[in-house]
């Protein structure tokens, strides 16, 4: 961890969960931080907490959903300096239900969020740490990249998070040897507003067999916590591995 004291970090999706999780481990490793998210209050917040754990933070409130929001935020970022870790955590799991039933300008709003962001962002960053020959690139993913048949109902989800993937896999292959890595985290099955969001659907909306299957996630306790996944990505964030998909699981153990 030691080579990540110093370093600033930008953290999408900021402002709850994972992000704000992620972002307060990295603040505790010695990370100044870049928070970014559609919630003002929410980023206030977590900024608070960054500063408490005495290091320093700024906020960027964009919809990154939005492709106005999403140039303008690219084009500030590409003339920063001094971003030298990225977790790009903001995501949608909408549009869900049956594929008749899925409009399309839903799906191009979650492949812009999901995806087109996340290129968007790495670009715009890239030439900072490839000039200092040291970088961290981390996309959030999910493990049902993996096994996109066992979310029946999320279709849109699962096609988003396989194109991320595979947009890490080939960035990490074009970087080798630069100092920076890219790298895929599928953080596990998490207490977060998205899964709360899911067990409050209608069952007929989205799927009876995949809504009783968070709910019993929830009732049987089966649910880590997002500082528990958070702990587990920071771990991994210390080494110089690159190309891989991180799990929960696969996190060197604490020494």
Same mark, same amino acid.
């Given at each position: 961890?030691?080579?990540?004291?110093?370093?600033?970090?930008?953290?999408?999706?900021?402002?709850?969960?994972?992000?704000?999780?992620?972002?307060?481990?990295?603040?505790?490793?010695?990370?100044?931080?870049?928070?970014?998210?559609?919630?003002?209050?929410?980023?206030?917040?977590?900024?608070?907490?960054?500063?408490?754990?005495? /290091?320093?933070?700024?906020?960027?409130?964009?919809?990154?959903?939005?492709?106005?929001?999403?140039?303008?935020?690219?084009?500030?970022?590409?003339?920063?300096?001094?971003?030298?870790?990225?977790?790009?955590?903001?995501?949608?799991i909408t549009p869900m239900?049956?594929?008749?039933?899925?409009?399309?300008?839903?799906?191009?709003?979650?492949?812009?969020?999901?995806?087109?962001?996340?290129?968007?962002?790495?670009?715009?960053?890239? !030439?900072?740490?490839?000039?200092?020959?040291?970088? /961290?690139?981390?996309?959030?993913?999910?493990?049902?990249?993996?096994?996109?048949?066992?979310?029946?109902?999320?279709?849109?989800?699962?096609?988003?998070?396989?194109?991320?993937?595979?947009?890490?896999?080939?960035?990490?292959?074009?970087?080798? +040897?630069?100092?920076?890595?890219?790298?895929?985290? /599928?953080p596990g099955i998490v207490?977060?507003?998205?899964?709360?969001?899911? /067990?409050?659907?209608?069952?007929?909306?989205?799927?009876?067999?995949?809504?009783?299957?968070?709910?019993?996630? +929830?009732?049987?306790?089966?649910?880590?916590? !997002?500082?528990?996944?958070?702990?587990?990505?920071?771990?991994?964030?210390?080494?110089?591995?690159?190309?891989?998909?991180?799990?929960?699981?696969?996190? !060197?153990?604490?020494?």
């Amino acid at each position: 961890m030691s080579s990540l004291t110093g370093r600033t970090a930008l953290v999408t999706g900021a402002g709850r969960g994972i992000g704000r999780a992620t972002a307060l481990a990295l603040a505790q490793a010695g990370v100044d931080l870049i928070l970014l998210a559609r919630s003002r209050d929410q980023l206030s917040s977590v900024a608070d907490e960054v500063r408490y754990l005495g /290091r320093t933070a700024s906020t960027v409130v964009a919809d990154l959903s939005s492709l106005e929001d999403l140039e303008r935020t690219r084009q500030a970022l590409a003339q920063a300096e001094g971003i030298d870790i990225v977790v790009n955590n903001a995501a949608t799991i909408t549009p869900m239900g049956a594929m008749t039933s899925i409009e399309t300008n839903d799906v191009l709003s979650a492949m812009v969020l999901n995806v087109v962001a996340v290129t968007a962002l790495n670009s715009a960053l890239l !030439p900072h740490m490839l000039q200092q020959g040291w970088g /961290r690139i981390v996309n959030i993913s999910s493990g049902l990249a993996g096994r996109p048949a066992d979310f029946v109902g999320g279709n849109t989800y699962v096609t988003t998070k396989a194109a991320l993937e595979a947009h890490t896999i080939n960035l990490a292959a074009e970087i080798e +040897h630069t100092g920076i890595t890219a790298n895929i985290y /599928r953080p596990g099955i998490v207490d977060t507003g998205m899964q709360a969001w899911i /067990r409050e659907q209608d069952p007929q909306q989205i799927g009876e067999a995949l809504h009783e299957r968070f709910v019993s996630l +929830h009732e049987e306790g089966n649910l880590m916590t !997002p500082e528990q996944s958070a702990d587990a990505l920071l771990r991994h964030l210390g080494s110089a591995a690159t190309g891989q998909v991180w799990t929960v699981a696969s996190a !060197p153990a604490v020494t």
